[in-house]
C-alpha cells in the first residue's frame, strides 16, 4: 500500500545540505547513512583503483552476498556496504593524480561538509588536507575522525572496530568470569558509536555556522567517542581504586539476571528482576510462591549468594515454554524479560518491528529485492524516510560531475579513459588493494 507521507527527495531537517563521504567499512559510512536519512544530499567517494565494498573476484558461494552468490557485479552486492550505503549518491574518483583531486576541490567548491574516517595524514597526501579544503571553502565543515584522532602519540596508528574496543577497555569486560579474552567474540561497537557522534557533531558544527557564517574543523577520535559508553566503570574505577571485572549475564544489584533457555531448538529469553518486590512477583508468575520465602532466595543479598541454584531454578521454569511467552508473561508482571532474536529472521519476523515498519523492501538493481533496516527514528511532523538503494560504483558520476560541476561529456569519457573515474574495478581493487596502499601512506580507512 503506498504510503502518502513519504518523504520526496530534498526533504528533511538537513536538506539543502551537500556531504561529501570519502569513508570506508563501517564508522565513516554510518556517518554518512545517518545523514541522508535526515535529508542531507550525500555524495560518496570512492574508486576503481582501491574499493571496501566486497572482493571482486570473491570465491563461489562467498558469504556476505545475496543467497551467497556473487553475482557479475560482487562489488554492487556486498550486504555489509548496501546496508550503510542507503540514501547516497555514489561517484569515482581517483584522488591520487591531479586530475582526481582538481574535480574533488570543484565538489569541495559546492558543498558543505567533508567527512572521512581514513586514517591520519591520508588527506594530506592526497594534497586535500584542512588547510587546502578551507582555501577552497572557507566555511567548510570538515571531520576527520581516525581512530585515535589528529593528534597525539597515536594517532598514526592504524585501527580497526576491535582495535579500538580493546584500547577502550571494553574487551577486557566482555564475557565470563572463566574465560580468558582469548576467547573473546570480536566486537565492533566502537564503530556504530563513532558514526553517530559523528553525526551529532556535523549538525552542531551546521548550526553553528548558520549563526556565525563561519566554517569547522572537528577532530574526532573513535576511541574517545565510545569511552563514555563506559562512564561508569572509569567512576567506579576512580572511587574503588581497582579495575571491574568480567561478569558475564550477572549483574552486582540484580538477581535474577540473565539469559534462560526456553523450548525449542537454541531458544533463549533475559530477565532482570531489580527488587525484592519484583522477585516475589516472578515467584507468583512462575507459580512457586514458596520461592519468595526461601532463605537462599528471599532478599537480593541472598539471591547473590546463590545465583548458580537460582538460575537452575529459574531453566527449570523457562523450559517448558516459548521464548515470547516467557517473556509476555513476565512484562505483564512488570518484570523486565525479552525474547532472544537473532539477527536474521527472528528480526525480521518479529511482532513489534513489523508493527513499526522498521524493515522496508528495497529493490537494487543488482542486489534484488530485499527486507532492509529503515532510518532509527521516527519524527511525528516529518515525513517517513524511505531507504532508497545503495549506489552501484560510480553509479552518479554524470550526475555528479556532468549535472553538478558541469563537466562535458567529452570530459568525462576522457576521465574515464584515463581511469580518473569508472564504474568497474580495475583488477586487484578491493580490500588487499586497499590494505597495499595504506601500507604505501596512499589511503587507509581509519575505522
Known sequence: MANDNVCAAGQGPLSGIRALELAEIWAGPFCGCVLGDLGAEVIKVEAIQRIARGSIKPPPHASGYPDSDPGERP????G???ALSRNKLGITLDLTTPRGADVFRELVSVSDVVFTNYAFGVMDKFGLGWEELRRVKPDLIALFTPGYGNTGPYRTFRSMGMVIDAITGHTALRGYPDMDLSRNSLVHHPDAVAGATAVFAICLAIHNRIRTGRGQFIDLSQAESFMPHLGEVYLEHGLMGR????RGNRHPAMAPHGAYRCAGDDQWVTISVSSD????????TM??????HNPKFETLPARLRSQDELDEVISRWTRQMSRYHVANTLQEHGIAAGPVLDCGGDAYDDPHLQDRGYFQVVDHPDAGIHLMSGPIWKMANRCEVRHEPAPGLGEHNELALGDLLGLS????????????????????ADMGGVRRAAQRGLRSAGD
Open 75 to 78: 562489488w554492487n552486492r556486498s
Open 80 to 82: 555489509a556496504f548496501n
Open 243 to 246: 579495575p571491574r571485572s568480567r
Open 277 to 284: 518486590e519484583e522477585w516475589r512477583r516472578m515467584c507468583a
Open 287 to 292: 507459580q512457586m510462591p514458596q520461592l519468595a
Open 409 to 428: 561529456h567529452s570530459a568525462l569519457v576522457e576521465l574515464e579513459a584515463t581511469q580518473v573515474i569508472g564504474s568497474v574495478p580495475l583488477e586487484g
